[in-house]
């Protein structure tokens, strides 16, 4: 008989009991230095599934994670940097793939690196402006147009001036 859903089973629940005997402190800490979630989870034999339920099975956990993952970024980041500096001549095509693989590591785990280009999308319709002038139009037709302001100052150039 399967176990209800959501509930591990005895084999998940070792698993489980694995990564709580190894402790946040040391995966966590390997996640900030670099090193992939996978390879995580294929060394310690956990899935995604159960990965996640270990994640969510303390209420700060994930937070935890989340620091961790922020950390990884400025690991990249700084991988990258140090990369580039060294670069040789003999080596700058390689050196260059790194850098460029370090910065997208780097942005994934921390948008503080992402560079991106935003697009700001700016839809004006043409016939809203035609009509919104054909309307100023008509109003200065009709003589309905007001101009608000001061205009004690201003003459007309007639006899009083």
């Known amino acids: 008989?399967?176990?209800?859903?959501?509930?591990?089973?005895?084999?998940?629940?070792?698993?489980?009991?694995?990564?709580?005997?190894?402790?946040?402190?040391?995966?966590?800490?390997?996640?900030?230095?670099?090193?992939?979630?996978?390879?995580?989870?294929k060394e310690y034999d956990v899935g995604y599934k159960l990965w996640h339920k270990w994640l969510d099975a303390d209420k700060?956990?994930?937070?935890?994670?989340?620091?961790?993952?922020?950390?990884?970024?400025?690991?990249?980041?700084?991988?990258?940097?140090?990369?580039?500096?060294?670069?040789?001549?003999?080596?700058?095509?390689?050196?260059?793939?790194?850098?460029?693989?370090?910065?997208?590591?780097?942005?994934?785990?921390n948008a503080a690196y992402d560079v991106r280009q935003r697009d700001v999308a700016v839809n004006i319709s043409i016939g809203d402006l035609h009509a919104q002038a054909a309307e100023l139009m008509r109003e200065i037709d009709a003589g309905n147009v007001v101009i608000e302001g001061d205009f004690d100052d201003v003459t007309d150039g007639g006899e009083d001036a």
């Open 60 to 109: 700060d956990r994930r937070k935890r994670y989340e620091v961790a993952m922020l950390e990884a970024g400025h690991f990249y980041a700084e991988r990258a940097v140090a990369t580039a500096q060294m670069a040789t001549r003999e080596d700058v095509n390689v050196a260059r793939l790194q850098v460029d693989t370090d910065k997208w590591m780097a942005s994934k785990r």
């Open 1 to 41: 008989m399967m176990p209800p859903k959501g509930v591990p089973t005895k084999v998940g629940a070792q698993k489980l009991a694995r990564l709580e005997e190894i402790g946040e402190e040391e995966i966590f800490g390997r996640i900030a230095t670099g090193e992939m979630v996978k390879d995580l989870q």
